[in-house]
């Protein structure tokens, strides 16, 4: 015999254990290791930025519409680790702020005279890389690594 209040609470319970043990949506989270390559000195600090398609006109430039890590730099090698993040199309980009005042520094006419990279290693002339260029795409509870390599 079916009983509807037994059967909510059973759809309930499950629900419950599913979310409990991971299960649920935060279990369709990816994870993105960026490796920054060529870190020249510990001078200033690096700061790593991911962009999501909705930030895309705003790519590589603004900022505020990524998410951003900053840390004390190290020589050589250094990783950023976004962590939760939905399925989606993706852009990275790194920069050694060796002055640590907490932004690329330019020239003149606007390019960046600190050394910096975004994904797929993207180096356009005279203008800066478009999302598109850059992009990659994390499945759902995907682990990946990638390198970004550091150039004035």
Do not use: K
């Amino acid at each position: 015999m079916f009983d509807p209040h037994l059967a909510g609470l059973r759809a309930l319970s499950t629900l419950c254990l599913s979310g409990c043990l991971g299960l649920g949506p935060a279990a369709q989270a990816a994870e993105l290791t960026v490796d920054v390559l060529g870190v020249a000195s510990a001078d200033g600090s690096l700061g790593c930025a991911l962009f999501n398609r909705a930030a895309a006109a705003q790519f590589p430039l603004a900022l505020a519409a990524a998410t951003r890590q900053r840390q004390p730099a190290t020589p050589g090698a250094m990783q950023c680790v976004f962590r939760d993040l939905p399925a989606g199309d993706y852009a990275a980009s790194a920069a050694h702020d060796q002055n640590d005042n907490g932004e690329t520094d330019r020239n003149f006419v606007g390019m960046p005279i600190e050394p910096w990279a975004v994904s797929n290693n993207v180096r356009p002339s005279l203008r800066a890389p478009r999302f598109a260029e850059a992009a990659f795409t994390l499945a759902a509870n995907e682990t990946r690594r990638i390198e970004l390599r550091l150039q004035r």
